[in-house]
């Protein structure tokens, strides 16, 4: 038999302009390198013992088949107890929350639910990677605003510029990633008074929501009932438990928006990892973990920043999340006059540690001298990283 042709049909990509992230190349150059990783977002203490019994109890208990599509009924009533207690803010857990396969997947889902082609979406820069592509997915355009350079400050000028006719949705984030700030509730009333002529639906990503420094409270959109009543709320059990691998979160909104997300959910993922999602419920009976959170992060970016004071690294104000942003115009070194990209590459290899350049979260590549730290790490691993870096 003659041979058959081989030929793979070529694809015009949905996401012409997306490569490999620049966490995945800032990790596996520390690794290449034996660099100490403060790039990449995630801890490398385990969670509480614990948490991963109540995995164990929940297998051997059955748990092991697919849960109700919106997730389990007991987490979800946890959620709404939490939601309740911490902001005020009543909700249905049979009809106003659904358990998701972590914020990513929340976010994708959100905006693949609510965004029609030609519909317009705000994001707010710096943000988080996976923004952008999800709305391009979904046939959106993407409308950039900045935040204030140094201060990361919502210019409520400029997001009120920003809104059209065509404008469907603002994506806010706070605590905020990458930059640490964290949103007052002077803001988000100056927000809920901006929104109100609107039919602008808000997507508040919430994931670091327990990480809010110096007796400071998190002001989640569900504090605001004309914020809540247009918004879906996106939170994160990987975040606050130390469990980032476990990719479990939950999308809070109103029944009729909640019933439109559903529907993508369901032939997105359907449902979510079951006996992680018994074992969160057992877990939430205590809110000691989250409540304490604050001051365990605290604790270590305070060690973090005592350990940076000693450098020429100015320090940006960190109010939040577990990253601390620095600027490294002041260093004394010639490698300082490197675009960020190429300052962290000579940081991981030279230094030792491996940091993410904040030109990576702006679609324009806006270099302004800063780089990423994230302290969610052993203490000795953070003081591992002083050392190296004490030579700057």
């Not at 320090?315 to 620095?326: D, E, I, K, N, S």
Request: negative net charge.
């Amino acid at each position: 038999m003659p041979s058959p042709v081989l030929h793979t049909p070529a694809l015009t990509s949905r996401l012409p302009h997306v490569g490999t992230t620049i966490f995945t190349v800032m990790s596996a150059l520390a690794t290449e390198t034996g660099a100490v990783n403060l790039g990449q977002g995630f801890p490398d203490f385990d969670c509480d013992p614990a948490l991963v019994d109540a995995v164990t109890r929940a297998m051997q208990a059955g748990h092991n088949q697919y849960p109700p599509m919106p997730g389990v009924p007991a987490l979800r009533q946890a959620m709404a107890a939490k939601m309740q207690a911490l902001y005020g803010w009543v909700c249905d857990p049979n009809t106003e929350i659904t358990v998701t396969a972590g914020a990513t997947q929340a976010i994708l889902t959100t905006i693949l639910a609510v965004v029609h082609p030609g519909d317009e979406v705000i994001v707010l820069e710096p943000c988080y990677d996976s923004y952008v592509p999800n709305i391009e997915l979904a046939g959106g355009v993407v409308v950039r605003v900045p935040l204030t350079p140094g201060s990361f400050r919502p210019d409520f000028d400029r997001i009120s510029a920003a809104i059209t006719p065509r404008t469907r949705a603002l994506i806010i984030n706070s605590p905020h990633n990458p930059s640490g700030q964290v949103w007052s509730a002077a803001d988000m009333l100056q927000l809920q008074d901006l929104l109100a002529p609107t039919n602008v639906l808000l997507i508040s990503d919430e994931v670091y929501e327990h990480m809010v420094f110096d007796g400071q409270q998190h002001q989640s959109a569900a504090r605001f009932p004309g914020l809540a009543a247009r918004a879906f709320i996106i939170s994160s059990f990987g975040k606050t438990y130390h469990v980032t691998g476990w990719k479990v979160g939950t999308v809070v909104a109103p029944a009729a928006l909640t019933a439109e997300f559903r529907k993508v959910h369901q032939f997105n993922v359907f449902t979510v990892n079951t006996p992680m999602q018994h074992a969160l419920a057992a877990y939430m009976a205590d809110p000691a973990p989250y409540l304490n959170l604050p001051a365990f992060y605290q604790r270590k970016r305070d060690l973090f920043r005592d350990g940076l004071a000693s450098t020429r690294f100015k320090l940006l104000p960190g109010a939040g999340t577990y990253f601390q942003c620095v600027d490294i115009s002041d260093l004394a070194v010639p490698e300082r006059d490197l675009p960020e990209a190429d300052f962290c590459q000579w940081l991981t290899r030279e230094m030792g540690v491996a940091a993410i350049p904040l030109s990576a979260f702006y679609g324009n590549g806006f270099d302004q001298r800063v780089v990423r730290f994230c302290f969610a790490k052993k203490d000795d691993t953070l003081r591992e990283a002083l050392k190296r870096l004490a030579r700057l």
